[in-house]
């Protein structure tokens, strides 16, 4: 079903926005403490559900409160330690001020960056890489206003 039907945008904005993005983690503790002291995010919620066997952690830059901030919802399922991630996960973004100088941040804060601050390939937008510990990709993008 195509909901803009012809809306303009402010109204299909009004209907939907993203809320979450969930990624499976292998050590909800240790997830957590990467996104929380390595990349500046907050503990919004959690869950503990023992009788299905599973932990969550909500995350994010905003206050949790329907705010319109996304949040990462890292789910933890007791008695799993990791995951195949497959070939269609790509990589989520976040926008800062000084790429060069989140990288030197998230380094010695003992994160782990896989392509440093540089342009896109055929741009000037300037990036670069990071892994989490379960091996998921997060982009950087420079923002001069982030």
């Given at each position: 079903m195509n909901l803009r039907n012809g809306l303009p945008p402010v109204i299909v904005r009004a209907i939907m926005?993203?809320?979450h993005t969930m990624l499976r983690v292998g050590d909800l503790t240790r997830s957590v403490d990467f996104y929380t002291k390595v990349l500046?995010?907050?503990?919004l919620r959690e869950r503990d559900v023992p009788d299905y066997q599973y932990k969550l952690a909500?995350?994010?830059?905003?206050e949790g409160n329907g705010?319109?901030?996304?949040?990462?919802?890292?789910?933890?399922?007791?008695g799993v330690d990791s995951y195949e991630q497959g070939t269609a996960y790509g990589h989520m973004a976040l926008g800062v001020p000084d790429v060069a100088a989140a990288c030197e941040r998230i380094r010695k804060a003992g994160g782990r960056v896989t392509r440093e601050a540089g342009p896109v390939k055929g741009g000037?937008?300037?990036?670069?890489?990071?892994?989490?510990?379960?091996?998921?990709k997060i982009e950087l993008i420079e923002r001069p206003n982030a």
């Open positions: 926005n993203i809320l500046g995010m907050r503990v909500f995350l994010g830059y905003g705010d319109g901030g996304a949040e990462l919802e890292l789910t933890y399922n007791y000037s937008t300037v990036i670069a890489f990071i892994e989490d510990p379960d091996g998921y």
